[in-house]
């Protein structure tokens, strides 16, 4: 068996005209997907919004200050 074959690839997909790395940028940042528990996201975006803030806003900021308090403490 050829290492290259791939069974589970649809016949109808042709990738012989593809260019490696045509997105790739070296310094490009990856923004993480961050998943909260629904409780947790209710009870932040109430806060956010009872402060007139975006939620993301709020979170970085309440990350941030937690981050320094840590850092404090080593």
């Known amino acids: 068996m050829n290492p290259h ?3 589970d690839m649809p016949q109808e997909i042709d990738f012989s005209g593809g260019e490696r790395g045509k997105f790739y940028r070296a310094n490009a ?3 993480l ?3 909260l528990e ?3 996201q209710n009870t932040l ?3 956010a919004n009872a402060k007139g803030v975006d939620l993301s806003v709020f979170v ?3 990350l941030k200050k937690d ?3 840590i850092q404090m403490g080593r």
Do not use: F, K
Request: avoid cysteine.
């Open 5 to 7: 074959d791939n069974d």
């Open 67 to 69: 981050i320094e308090l």
């Open 60 to 62: 970085n900021d309440l």
């Open 33 to 35: 997907p961050i998943h």
């Open 45 to 47: 975006a109430a806060l």
């Open 29 to 31: 940042q990856i923004q």
């Open 38 to 40: 629904s409780s947790v």
